[in-house]
């Protein structure tokens, strides 16, 4: 058979392109595995959260730094922070996909950088350790010495003890599941709270004041800066926002920044097809 020069160039260009794609080197790496997440608050050793624009989390893994992430806001979201993970599928034969890939189960530790200081959140005194592929961690950071090691910054403890009048050296009085002031709120929860633990005035609280078919009435207790956020259930299972309106305003809201310490009192409109409901607040 003869074969025209045309047909025989593309029967060479084939040939060539066939000899590249099997007998060229092979691929030393494997895709990427889905990330591993962590995210959540990080606060000062008084209990406020780090304001977006003033600081970032470091992220260290293998002893180099491997990325920083800026603070965000916290009106509209559960968290300030979040660090997405880079993980390799660790086929064997084969090296990482990417130099910022990291490993299921090694350690990884954690750094806020504030004003150009690096301080070394208490979270990490142990360090964490990297989860499997498309896990998620809520992992809350507190930056401030914690010399007792029990999970409360010494400033906020000696300031308690201060306050009810005690030797500010005995941290031990104050642990994070005691309730040293006896109003039902444990110590740990008044530090996120911004309430003194040692002060039973001072109350963490969500009550309901009045129910009509329109709405429902109630108060809780606020300190200043702190966003206070309403959710509702029917089933205690699935939560979600519950919109409300704080003192004589009347734009519906499911947060509240409080601009003062003392009681607030707000309204949850109702609508037709709610018969139940259930409540409760979180503070940040």
Not at 181 to 200: M, R
Not at 224 to 233: D, G, P, Q
């Amino acid at each position: 058979m003869v074969v025209s020069p045309a047909k025989q160039g593309l029967r060479l260009v084939l040939a060539s392109a066939l000899a590249f794609l099997f007998c060229g080197p092979t691929a030393d790496a494997f895709p990427p595995a889905p990330h591993y997440s962590i995210y959540g608050d990080v606060r000062d050793e008084f209990g406020y959260l780090i304001q977006p624009g003033t600081a970032s989390v470091v992220f260290y893994f293998g002893g180099k730094e491997v990325e920083r992430y800026p603070l965000t806001g916290a009106t509209n979201s559960s968290y300030t922070y979040q660090i997405r993970m880079r993980l390799d599928m660790n086929r064997s034969g084969t090296s990482a996909y990417s130099s910022t890939t990291v490993s299921a189960g090694a350690d990884y530790t954690l750094a806020v950088d504030r004003g150009g200081v690096l301080y070394y959140p208490i979270e990490v005194n142990t360090p964490p350790t990297v989860g499997s592929p498309a896990g998620r961690r809520r992992l809350d950071l507190t930056i401030g010495p914690d010399t007792d090691l029990d999970g409360l910054p010494d400033a906020w403890e000696e300031n308690q003890l201060y306050k009810a009048d005690l030797p500010t050296t005995d941290l031990g009085r104050i642990t994070p599941i005691g309730d040293f002031d006896g109003d039902g709120v444990n110590n740990l929860k008044e530090y996120i709270a911004g309430t003194y633990a040692t002060d039973a005035t001072e109350t963490f609280y969500l009550k309901i004041t009045q129910v009509t078919t329109e709405r429902s009435d109630f108060e809780f207790f606020t300190i200043t800066s702190k966003v206070y956020r309403l959710e509702k259930t029917t089933d205690f299972k699935s939560w979600t926002p519950a919109e409300f309106t704080v003192g004589p305003a009347s734009t519906l809201s499911s947060t509240y920044t409080a601009t003062g310490v003392g009681v607030v009192s707000g309204s949850i409109p109702h609508t037709a097809s709610e018969t139940k409901n259930f409540y409760r607040l979180n503070v940040r």
